[in-house]
């Protein structure tokens, strides 16, 4: 077999056999294929896409080029949670616990932060001595024990995958649906889950803004769970406007304490009791309206929080920090986004909002930046509210106070301010199963 054939057949808009996609994923990972002969392949899938076929033929050879987990030690069916990254989205720290409670065991991986979406490891790393980085045997016990733990992906979990993305990212391959869903599904197979949730994001703040490529995307990663016998279901869920009203590694510890002690704000709740009663509904504990009762009392009972203080004691983190998380913000000067005019807040550009907190140090430009755990924004105001002229809008949180006329600069361009109130819109979108796309 050769690699030319392999690139002339994609070229072409032919099929590839399963013989070919293992020669070429396989070749790859063993540096017997050169980058720039996939570079040619990966934008011939570009532009011809792919069969469903192929793209479950890679997505399980992806998964198995390196480290797989497994969690059979672990009993009852473990539900894995993947979302597509957005800005202010902290919904893993609060499903998770929320689903622990409800008495199925969460053994979870996840990962950090890159650009101006934030990473949930990032998150969790935020709070002081919380360690990310288990062994396979503390993992595995912790959730033996209590229930829950969150970890890092090992550093040979879907080596296929890191070396091919780092090749999209330089070869404008990135935005392919069959090479995005195999990246996203390989690294949940791996992760040794029986079941997976997807939340996908769409809108401004969206890695895929568009609604039609977000359901094209989620019905490709349905599809690709059912072929290797991983029940998945998606969630198209609105990314248009930051996720509640803090952004920043540690900032959405504290919403995230808000949300688990009952309160926090409407739009993060609604979101997160949907994604936590489709958990539980693929964990086999009921029907959906049974579900959301559940995971409803396990917030309004105080039980999901005390499941995130077992964990955070598990992993080691100083736990003074959640029961007062408000505490730690007392080092920082912050300060105060006033609104140039009066009027509706018509729109947010949600990537630009995300660019604002990164540009205070909460996330990375680069994969090595170093984070400012306790940089971000706090929203007083989103999309729909009315703002006079010289009232906060929002406050930003950096430890380096030179940082913030820049991120300023970028949080007031973001937002559109006009007349008339702009129109509800719908936090869940869609919900895809292999049965159908069912439209909100
Ligand atoms: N996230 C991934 O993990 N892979 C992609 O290709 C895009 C987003």
């Known amino acids: ?26 070749g ?16 011939a899938i570009y532009f011809n896409s792919m069969t469903k076929n192929e793209v479950s033929i890679l997505t399980k050879y992806m998964a198995n080029s390196g ?18 990254g957005g800005v202010g989205d902290k919904t893993t720290l609060i499903i998770s616990p929320i689903v622990a409670s409800c008495g199925i065991n969460v053994a979870k991986m996840s990962g950090r932060g890159l650009g101006y979406t934030g990473g949930t490891i990032d998150k ?26 969150i970890v890092s992906q090992t550093g040979n979990l879907v080596p296929a995958d890191k070396k091919l993305y780092a090749l999209r990212d330089v070869t404008a391959t990135v ?40 359901r094209e995307l989620a019905e490709t990663m349905v599809n690709i769970g059912g072929s290797v016998g991983k029940e998945t279901t998606a969630l198209i869920t609105n990314m248009d406007r930051p996720l509640g009203n803090m952004v920043g590694n540690f900032l959405e510890v504290i919403e995230t304490v808000d949300v688990l002690k009952g309160g926090g704000p409407e739009d993060l709740k609604e979101i997160c009791l949907c994604l936590a009663s489709n958990m539980l509904y693929l964990s086999g504990k009921g029907d959906l309206s049974v579900c959301e009762e559940m995971a409803q009392e396990s917030l309004g009972s105080g039980r ?15 736990v003074s920090w959640i029961y007062s998380p408000e505490d730690l913000l007392k080092n920082i000067k912050p300060y105060n986004v006033v609104s140039e005019k ?45 703002v006079n002229k010289g009232e906060n809008i929002a406050t930003l949180y950096s430890s380096n106070r030179l940082k913030y006329m820049d991120s300023e ?6 937002l559109d301010i006009g007349d008339t109130k702009p129109e509800k819109q719908k936090l869940i979108k869609a919900r895809v199963t292999k049965e159908e796309c069912k439209l909100f």
Not at 3 to 21: F, H, T
Not at 125 to 148: C, Q, Y
Not at 194 to 200: A, E
Request: negative net charge.
């Open 175 to 214: 935005e392919s649906i069959p090479l995005i869903a195999s990246s996203i599904m390989s690294k949940k197979i791996a992760a040794g889950a029986d079941k997976i949730l997807l939340d996908v994001k769409t809108g401004s703040g969206a890695f895929i803004k568009d609604f039609e490529r977000c």
């Open 304 to 318: 999901a929080f005390k499941k995130f203080e077992e964990m955070v004691i598990s992993q080691g983190g100083n």
């Open 124 to 149: 969790l790393e935020s709070i002081p001595g919380f360690r990310t980085s288990l062994s396979r045997d503390e993992f595995i016990g912790a959730v033996n024990k209590i229930g829950i733990s």
């Open 409 to 414: 600069r970028s949080l007031l361009e973001a």
């Open 67 to 84: 480290d797989t987990v497994n969690l059979s030690s672990i009993p009852g069916i473990k539900v894995d949670k993947h979302s597509t």
């Open 1 to 26: 077999m050769r690699i030319y054939d392999i690139i002339a057949k994609k070229r072409d808009g032919q099929e590839l056999n399963e013989q070919e996609i293992e020669y070429f994923v396989n």
């Open 342 to 386: 009066s009027g509706y807040i018509v729109n947010m550009d949600t990537e630009k909002c995300g660019i604002a907190s990164m540009k205070l140090g909460a996330g990375r430009e680069k994969k090595d930046d170093i984070i400012d755990n306790l940089a971000g924004i706090k929203f007083h105001k989103k999309t729909g509210d009315y």
């Open 28 to 43: 790859y990972v063993n540096g017997e294929i050169e980058d720039y002969q996939v570079s040619a392949l990966l934008m």
